[in-house]
């Protein structure tokens, strides 16, 4: 039994190895300790064809409610959360907090998943930096098949002259994969947890 969970977990790897290959980002916030990153189109060919690998969201609701969500995710823990009594001057906008049970919820659902410390897992945020930040905190757990999608959901903004400051260029949304405004509830994230 523990030589046929092994080959399975070896192939696992494998199969992620040979059909991902996105290049590491420039951004320094967007690097990984584990090295590994796929574009949303490697992400989801992976999928399709590894019923073990497990696409994480990591954006908060608020993002996900106005954006859009893959419809391939199968868990949902924000990383970091708005902070409606919280507003940045600098920004114009509301504060992000780290999710303070963040590691716990995560590693609560992998495990519900059935996932272990081999299992192909692709964290997803917006644009990448997130992700990143995400894949670390699995790597100090011992997990080691953990993936950053690059460009994330929505992917890189348009060039300075194009409507400032929109994603709308690569990216899970942008790149023709499956993806919808309805969110699982079985899926979504739930803060009592």
Same mark, same amino acid.
């Given at each position: ?11 696992? +790897? ?8 996105a290049e590491k980002p420039e951004?320094?916030s967007a690097q990984t300790t584990?090295?590994?990153?796929? /574009? ?16 994480? $969201?990591?954006? $908060?609701p608020v993002e996900v409610m ?6 391939? /995710? ?32 995560? /590693? ?10 081999? /299992? *192909?897992?692709?964290?997803? +945020? ?57 969110? $699982? *509830?079985?899926?979504?994230?739930? *803060?009592?947890?």
């Amino acid at each position: 039994m523990k030589g046929t969970i092994l080959a399975a977990g070896l192939l696992s +790897c494998i199969i992620a190895l040979t059909t991902v290959a996105a290049e590491k980002p420039e951004k320094a916030s967007a690097q990984t300790t584990l090295d590994l990153y796929a /574009t949303p189109s490697e992400t989801w060919d992976v999928l399709q064809k590894d019923s073990s690998a497990i696409l994480v $969201d990591v954006r $908060d609701p608020v993002e996900v409610m106005f954006t859009g969500f893959a419809t391939p /995710t199968r868990i949902h823990v924000p990383l970091m959360i708005a902070n409606p009594k919280g507003w940045n001057d600098k920004k114009s906008s509301w504060a992000m907090e780290k999710n303070p049970a963040f590691n716990t919820q995560l /590693t609560d659902k992998l495990n519900q998943l059935g996932a272990n410390k081999d /299992t *192909p897992i692709f964290m997803m +945020c917006r644009s990448g930096s997130r992700s990143a930040s995400a894949v670390n905190l699995l790597a100090a757990q011992g997990y080691n098949n953990v993936w950053s999608v690059v460009n994330g959901f929505e992917g890189g903004a348009l060039k300075e002259g194009d409507s400032k400051g929109v994603r709308a260029v690569n990216g899970w949304r942008n790149s023709g994969l499956p993806w919808s405004y309805k969110v $699982d *509830p079985a899926v979504a994230w739930h *803060p009592a947890e």
